[in-house]
């Protein structure tokens, strides 16, 4: 049994040290144990750091491309390492490295499919009380939309079987853990959460800039999300809508007609036949991209097959 932890990194020359030094070097139940990075475009001394400590296995971007792509190019990386199981790991060690063996033991035991590190929200020091009610939101409408029972969606520490990771795909620039747990559970992958401890905080999270921020490209994310994975539902829940507002505006026509005053309501009914074909364009949208959606999930499964013979 191996396993791979993966860090990306991003300008961690005064941090990433702190967390391979806590990684554990023995975990029951594993084999072997290696430690990939992925640099993402760091311009500091990120990668001669991590080479001089003993790392051997390392992905290199010319530019930084962000967390989500960093986490996609990790787990193919693992995979072509032999990875058993891959535990992602941040390189500014706020999670606790000891917990790693508590992380990977439902997959060991066959169990899970994906492990998602749950942290102690309320008990998080540097986490202003704002940053704790949205993190709790976040993951309460994360739970709702994808129907799991995750309780820290946002939290990077978790472990993947390769068999889930070869099934994984990234769409999202901004980041993989949102979109990770919808695609898990479209695909029939079980999920299960563990909690976890967390470290001081060591620098200031590159990934939320501003609360602000962070709820915008957040809902932006989910919705996107929801298009991609949820297509018909989306599309036709747009036009039903609009049909029902239709509806009232056509029998607010009829009503006014019969009684004689028809002629002074005549925008109703104009606007009733424009929200009418806007309507029918978006069923025909949700027929369509639901067809999309089906060839999207041969050729993941066409993906699926390809991955597993190499």
């Given amino acids: 049994m191996k396993l791979v932890i993966q860090i990306p990194c991003y300008n961690e020359q005064d941090t990433v040290l702190t967390a391979l030094n806590a990684l554990p070097g023995k975990i029951s139940g594993v084999d072997e144990i290696e430690i990939l990075i992925i640099n993402d475009g760091s311009k500091d001394e990120t990668e001669r750091v991590v080479r001089e400590w003993g790392v051997s296995r390392v992905v290199t971007f010319k530019r930084n491309l962000g967390l989500a792509r960093a986490f996609e190019a990790g787990l193919k990386a693992s ?27 439902p997959i060991l035991n066959k169990k899970a499919d994906i492990v998602i590190g749950t ?45 889930a990771a070869r099934r994984i795909n990234i769409f999202d620039n901004y980041t993989y853990t949102l979109e990770m747990i919808i695609q898990a559970q479209r695909k029939g992958l079980n999920i299960v959460c563990v909690p976890i401890r967390v470290n001081e905080d060591l620098r200031p999270s ?33 036009g039903l809508i609009m049909f029902f507002f239709a509806a009232l505006l056509a029998f607010r026509f009829l009503y006014f007609y019969l009684t004689g005053d028809g002629a002074g309501h005549i925008q109703s009914l104009i606007l009733c036949a424009i929200l009418t074909i806007f309507a029918f364009l978006c069923g025909l949208l949700a027929v369509i991209s639901d067809l999309l959606a089906i060839n999207r999930k041969l050729l993941e499964d066409v993906q699926f097959m390809l991955r597993e013979r190499k």
């Fill in 79 to 105: 995979l072509e390492a032999g990875a058993d199981i891959i535990v992602n790991f941040d390189a500014d060690n706020q999670y606790c490295a000891d917990d790693i063996e508590k992380l990977i033991e």
């Fill in 119 to 163: 942290r102690p929200i309320e008990d998080i020091k540097h986490f202003s009380f704002v940053k704790k009610v949205l993190q709790k939101l976040g993951s309460y409408v994360m739970r709702k939309v994808s129907a799991t029972d995750v309780q820290d969606a946002p939290s990077g520490f978790r472990a993947i079987s390769a068999d």
């Fill in 206 to 238: 590159r990934l939320v800039k501003s609360n602000f921020s962070y709820i915008i490209r957040s809902i932006f994310t989910m919705a996107r999300i929801f298009i991609i994975y949820r297509p018909f539902r989306f599309f036709a829940f747009i």
